[in-house]
């Protein structure tokens, strides 16, 4: 049976939270495959496991530590979600957007999210960032979208705009801070695929084709979630490696998604803390 959560869920899940620290989180920050280490700069941090949290789905993949940091960055009151649970994993896409929605009932005004993706733009290098600027919903064109069920009117209308999904103001606050810090980093657009198989050189050479710059399997349910419930949006990719599309090529593999997170992890750090300034 198809799974839809409730108001009630997802205030029970904030209850929980609020148990342990009346901070009000202005930004919420998601770290991808490889990227845990981010949430050791929170300063006066409160660390919650998943497992503690009602309806929270627990990540099982390598690289997602699955903890809930409450704390200060730049300033700035965060939560930050050191890992998170993906589709592949079992989970309802209505559970994969329950953080999302908590974030928000927490206080929440705009969303960070970040991820381990495949180049497939052939100018992309392992270890590049890409600032999302907008992204293909490809598994959501099949009906794998968060906000299928009952509409929740208390977070948005039945039918969100998906219209510039990442913030215009955020997408040029983090190019220029990459700019000025000699950063490597792009403006593309992110695919979502459901996983957690890699692609294959033929589906490598579909997805560039239809106008994808990076892949991965996650991320774009959360934006929607994020959209719906009036957030706005930054999405950050580290690039893990540049998908070539031919036979005979390296295969791709997790562990080089978690060796190029060692790279990028500083320069998303120094995007993330200057976006933090941003108004």
């Not at 791709?252 to 200057?274: C, F, S």
Request: hydrophobic letters at 45%; charged letters at 15%.
């Amino acid at each position: 049976m198809e799974e839809f959560l409730t108001m009630q869920e997802f205030q029970t899940a904030v209850t929980a939270i609020r148990q342990h620290t009346p901070l009000e989180p202005r930004v919420g920050l998601i770290l991808g495959s490889g990227l845990n280490a981010l949430a050791e700069s929170v300063e006066n941090a409160v660390s919650i496991p998943f497992e503690d949290i009602p309806y929270f789905p627990v990540s099982t993949v390598e690289g997602h530590a699955g903890r809930l940091v409450l704390g200060m960055l730049e300033g700035v009151p965060m939560v930050v979600m050191q890992g998170r649970a993906h589709y592949y994993e079992g989970y309802s896409m209505s559970r994969i957007g329950l953080p999302i929605r908590v974030m928000r009932l927490l206080g929440v005004e705009w969303l960070i999210v970040t991820n381990a993706a495949g180049g497939l733009n052939m100018a992309y290098r392992a270890g590049d960032v890409m600032v999302i600027r907008d992204h293909i919903n490809l598994i959501g064109m099949a009906g794998l979208n968060p906000l299928r069920g009952p509409n929740l009117a208390e977070f948005g209308p039945r039918f969100p705009s998906m219209n510039e999904a990442y913030a215009p103001s955020l997408r040029k606050a983090a190019q220029e801070i990459a700019l000025q810090a000699g950063i490597p980093a792009h403006q593309g657009v992110y695919i979502c695929l459901a996983g957690p198989s890699f692609e294959t050189p033929s589906d490598v050479r579909f997805l560039r084709l239809i106008g994808a710059d990076a892949v991965g399997m996650s991320t774009v349910p959360e934006v929607i979630a994020a959209r719906h419930s009036g957030m706005r949006v930054l999405g950050l990719s580290g690039i893990s490696n540049t998908l070539i599309g031919e036979e005979g090529a390296p295969p791709p593999n997790h562990e080089e998604v978690l060796a190029a997170g060692r790279i990028v992890v500083p320069r998303l750090e120094t995007i993330i803390r200057g976006v933090l300034h941003t108004p």
